[in-house]
């Protein structure tokens, strides 16, 4: 037997057990999401408040992923889910995979909303879709609550960078 084939198995069985283990969604409480908002990069932050069962969330993912494609170098996208923990395995990462998100994805574990709402931005309703855009080195910061359409987010990163 070739010396370096034990090795390349057991490299080949850890990979592929990361694989297998490695989730496609990470569950979080708010204090993740506030680590995002808060941490000190020179990339602009975007921050998509979604659910699988929001159709207008589902219809804007492709733009973040766009996003994600043409910026990923000067630009920070996390996707936070806000559906329920319990649907996690069966109908969030699924969903993900499916859609083949190359964003960073969360799920939210914080069914009490008016007790963080109010921190990603005082003018949120708590409606979704929802976009938070920070320049952490300016402060700057832009929210929209409410669908975007092709191309929107694009200008929204695009007047924070200058």
């Known amino acids: 037997m070739h010396k370096s084939l034990p090795v390349f198995c ?6 592929t057990c990361n694989v297998i ?5 990470r569950v979080v409480k708010f204090d993740a999401l506030e680590h995002l908002m808060t941490r000190n990069t020179e990339k602009i ?45 069966e109908r ?5 995979e499916r859609r083949q998100l190359t964003p960073e994805v969360l799920l939210l574990d914080e069914i ?14 708590g409606a979704i879709p929802a976009t938070l855009i920070i320049n952490h080195q300016t402060g ?4 929209h609550e409410g669908e975007l359409k092709q191309g929107d987010i694009q200008n929204m990163v695009k007047e924070l960078s200058n």
Do not use: G, H
């Open 140 to 143: 700057e910061r832009k929210f």
């Open 21 to 25: 283990i490695s989730p496609a969604v």
């Open 45 to 89: 932050e975007v921050i998509n408040f979604w659910a699988t069962w929001c159709k207008p969330c589902i219809k804007e993912l492709p733009y973040f992923q766009d996003l994600q494609n043409q910026m990923a170098d000067r630009v920070n996208i996390t996707l936070i889910s806000l559906d329920f923990v319990d649907v996690l395995n």
């Open 112 to 125: 009490d909303y008016n007790s963080w709402i109010d921190k990603v931005d005082p003018s949120w309703s």
């Open 10 to 15: 057991c490299i080949a069985l850890l990979f």
């Open 92 to 96: 969030v990462i699924p969903f993900v």
